[in-house]
């Protein structure tokens, strides 16, 4: 016999069953559900969408969702999602974002629902309008209403929105901020108007919108109010009540899904997330929108694989037809906000 030939068959035999073995293990790897951690309790869109993935899958779950809702401590939350072994990050709340560095830390992919203020690190990304966008849109909302005079009531720590005023042409005649403890707006509103603003902006998010438009008209305040597109769901209706009628924001189609032009070539992700999502939820709020395509970017980067590297840089190309936007690069492209006005607790455009 052939030592050598037999030494060759061996050897080849031995890498074929290593090859096959690490082609089988990747797949293994692959098939598995995408394990997401969410910090937050905006679950409605991420279920929902969770939900449409699992519909679809042709091979067990598609995703698997490990949660933390009631947030004490976000770093702990995170420390405890990470050590569970979560592909990937979902924050819905600004208070996630304390827990950045971690996923940095990690090398794992955080993306956040809520617009993140100022941050930019090779893991983040952000689902939904960014900051500077809605900045952006809250200023042309304000110079296409024909104003140019602005009050801004704000949270403590939420940045205002002073340079793309500056770039619009727009004076802003005070600023009164609040903590997140605030129970009553009166007096900061009376405060603000006495600075003869010709609007109002209450650059807040949605727990703080709705008492904050209520006490503007207690206060006396009989002009427009603007809000972000964060702020804007049930319970600015709820809270706000009649005071909700009239206020403008600007606002992805998702929020006036039947006004939607065909032409727009998200038009048919937004109506059918919509009316998927409206039986058993409710209207969806621009939250519900984000969270949702916070799943959405995760699936496609994660498709086939469960590397976290791999994902970042996919995330980073990500191209995508979205329930907020169309995607361009993990980021929405302009437009994607639209001028809408409340009126009985339904939005339409202005």
């Known amino acids: 016999m052939n030592n050598s030939l037999t030494r060759r068959a061996a050897l080849a035999g031995g890498v074929a069953a290593l090859a096959t073995s690490v082609l089988a293990g990747r797949a293994m790897a692959s098939s598995g559900p995408l394990r997401i951690g969410v910090i937050g309790n905006e ?49 819905t709340t600004l208070a996630g974002l304390a827990v950045l560095s971690q996923a940095q830390a990690a090398c794992t992919p955080l993306v956040s629902t809520v617009p993140v203020p100022g941050a930019a690190m090779p893991y983040l990304f952000q689902a939904g309008p960014t900051r500077e966008q809605v900045d952006r849109a809250l200023m042309l909302a ?80 009989t002009g427009p109010v603007f809000v972000l597109p964060e702020a804007v769901g049930p319970q600015l209706h709820r809270v706000a009540g009649a005071a909700a009628d009239g206020i403008i924001a600007p606002l992805p189609w998702l929020a006036a899904p039947s006004a939607m032009p065909e032409t727009l070539p998200n038009a048919s992700t937004v109506k059918r997330f919509a009316a998927g999502f409206e039986p058993a939820n ?46 361009n690069h993990a980021r929405l492209i302009e437009g994607a906000l639209v001028d809408m006005t409340a009126q009985a607790g339904t939005w339409a455009p202005v």
């Open 43 to 91: 679950l409605q869109g991420i279920r929902y969408r969770v939900g449409t993935l699992e519909a679809s899958a042709e091979h067990g779950p598609a995703a698997e969702l490990l949660t933390r809702e009631e947030i004490t401590d976000p770093r702990e939350a995170a420390a405890a999602l990470l050590d569970a072994g979560v592909h990937a990050l979902v924050s």
């Open 142 to 221: 304000v110079k296409n209403a024909q104003h140019d005079k602005v009050a801004v009531l704000s949270l403590e720590g939420q940045p205002t929105p002073e340079s793309e005023a500056a770039a619009r042409g727009v004076t802003i005649t005070g600023i009164e901020t609040f903590a997140a403890t605030a129970t009553s707006f009166v007096d900061a509103v009376k405060a603000l108007v006495a600075q003869n603003p010709q609007a109002l902006i209450v650059n807040a998010p949605s727990p703080f919108a709705g008492p904050a438009a209520r006490d503007a008209r207690t206060a006396g305040w």
């Open 282 to 327: 409710g209207p969806a709020s621009v939250a519900d929108g984000s969270a949702a395509d916070a799943v959405t970017l995760l699936h496609l980067a994660f498709l086939g694989h469960r590397d976290r590297e791999s994902a970042r840089a996919q995330l980073q190309a990500m191209c995508c037809l979205g329930v907020t936007g169309v995607y």
